[in-house]
């Protein structure tokens, strides 16, 4: 019998098991091993919107390391993170007049639930509704783009 990828407790395993499915043309598996290491990025954090940001920044982080072939660090907004916080950065990318870059490849491999803009929208009572506005906008324009 097969192990059920949600019960992956190890970022080591699941990258071993993203890399076999990536080999082997298996893209659901890839997927949900890739939503699964998100999740324990977030698995230490109490609040459950922070919670949410770590995985979205994980997942974020994810596509910067496929992109260039090694782990690569989201600089300017682990910077932004330290300087401003969690709820500064979400507002920021919702924000923002362009789609971020990790927006952008998150969109394109189906998992907008990874992204800041789905993150602002699960907790809209925590933010303004400017805010909440645009992320709504940019979700929607992305899907019907």
Request: positive net charge; charged residues 30%.
């Amino acid at each position: 019998m097969k192990k059920s990828i949600s019960s992956y407790t190890s970022v080591a395993d699941l990258t071993k098991l993203m890399a076999n499915a990536k080999r082997l043309g298996e893209d659901e598996t890839y997927k949900q091993a890739f939503v699964r290491r998100c999740e324990l990025e977030g698995v230490d954090y109490s609040d459950p919107m922070h919670r949410d940001f770590y995985q979205a920044l994980a997942a974020y982080e994810l596509t910067l390391e496929e992109k260039h072939g090694r782990k690569q660090a989201a600089g300017r907004t682990r910077q932004k993170l330290k300087n401003k916080g969690v709820e500064q950065c979400l507002i920021d990318w919702a924000s923002s007049s362009q789609e971020t870059s990790g927006f952008v490849a998150l969109a394109e491999r189906g998992l907008m639930e990874l992204t800041a803009e789905h993150v602002v929208l699960k907790y809209a009572d925590r933010f303004d509704p400017g805010v909440v506005a645009a992320a709504q906008r940019r979700l929607s324009n992305y899907q019907q783009g």
